[in-house]
Structure formats: C-alpha cells, structure tokens
C-alpha cells in the first residue's frame, strides 16, 4: 500500500486541541447560537450585523491558535507518503495549511474569504467584516464570510466523489457525523472498496460505516495512525 490513495475528512473535532470550539458538544458552538440565526442566508438577510459579528469572532479565534499534533501528522502524512494524500476539511480555519498541507479542500469554506452576495467575486476578507462592506469588483454592499450556509451546497462536490471513488483509505477524523453530505462519505467511499477508519473523541452518528475506528482525542490517535501507515 505504499502508494495507496488516502482521502481524508476532517471535522471540527481536530482542532479542538488547538483551543477552536467544536459545534455539537456540550457548550459547543451550536448550544450558544442559533442556527438559523448566524449560519443561514435567511438569517444573514434578517440581521447582517449579528451574522458578521459572529464569523468575526470566530475569525478572530481562529487566528490566535496554532495546528496541534493531529494537523502536524497529516501534513507529515502528506510530504512523507508516496501516493496521494487528499484533505477534505469541515473547517473553516486554516489550521492544516498553517501546519503545511497543501491539499486542502474547503468543503464548507473558508474565513479567510469574502465573497459578494450580488455578483459572487470573492477577496480575502478582513479580520473584521461588516455588513455594508462594499464589493471590490460589483460595489454592492452585500459582502458576506465565504463559508457554506445550510442550505446552501457544499464546495467541490464533483471533486469530492471522484476523490473518495478512488480511495484506497478513507478516513474520518473528529466530525460528529450529523452534517450530510460529508456525513455520507465514509458509506460511499466504503462501497467503492476503501478501507474505512474513524479517528474520533467517541464513536460518531454513523460509526457503522466504518470498518476501523480509533477513539481518543486526534492529538494522541492521528500521529500514531500515520506513523504506521508510512511504516507499511
Ligand atoms: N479529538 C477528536 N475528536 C474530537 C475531539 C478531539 N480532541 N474533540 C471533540 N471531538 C469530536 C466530538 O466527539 C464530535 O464527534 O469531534 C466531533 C465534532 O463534531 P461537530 O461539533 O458536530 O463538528 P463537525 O462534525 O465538524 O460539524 C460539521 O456542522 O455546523 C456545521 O458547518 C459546521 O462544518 C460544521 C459541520
């Protein structure tokens, strides 16, 4: 398996040792703020400024943490392994490019991006951003976080399929298993012949689609896992 193609989803779960909150656990993200207040274009239209102050918080926080053991792994993984090595990320920090991969799929964006509600032009956005910020390449004040929203789809799909069909390794690490499409990777790439493993705190919403799991915090069960696979 030297050369075996490893697919790996990331959640908020790997950056929780850095000091980033997760969204589902106990005083997690989604148990201070409302969903569809702060994470959907209906709530970005009802009330901009509490939807940018809250991607302005996180923004913030995202930008006073460093990658921790897990991030560093993978992009050990990725320097080190001969096949190819594709990151799949939940997250919106930048946490495993900071730790040096390179190939990263932002899947439900990014906050280093803006982008433009009326005419789609995207620039890097600010640490702070504000509701009337007026597009770079349209001038409509209609600038938002480029992250995905519910409701909205995911990024890169079509490169997603493609990559977890020609997985060897699919690997889950430190996502609850709640949020679909990503939720459904794990049984897809599986059928398509990838050996499945769940890297995960505590066993996920779909731990049945995984033929391999290892529970514990990522920090201690990723660089392990990695040592071995680059020992195979
Ligand atoms: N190591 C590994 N896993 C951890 C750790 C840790 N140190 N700490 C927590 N976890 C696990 C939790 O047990 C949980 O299963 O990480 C998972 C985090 O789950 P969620 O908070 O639901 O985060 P995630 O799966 O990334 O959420 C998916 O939901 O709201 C949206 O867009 C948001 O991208 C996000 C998506």
Redesign the pocket.
Known sequence: MASAKLVILT????S??SGLS????AG???AQHA?EDV?TPDGFARDPDLVHWFYNARRQAAADVSPNA?HHALARLEREHKGEVVIIT???DALHEAAGSALVIHM?GALSGALCATCDYRWPAPLAMHTNDPCPACAAPTARPDV?W?GETPYQMEAIWSHLEEADIFAA???????YP?AAFAQHAGRAGAHTVE????A?ANVRDFAELRH????V?VPPWVDELLNQ
Do not use: K
């Open positions: 959640g908020a779960g790997i929780a040792e997760t969204f589902r656990d997690g993200i989604w969903v994470a897990a939940q997250n919106v439900h995905v519910f690490i430190g996502t609850s298993g709640n949020v990503a890297l995960n705190l505590e996920s514990g915090p990522a920090g069960t």
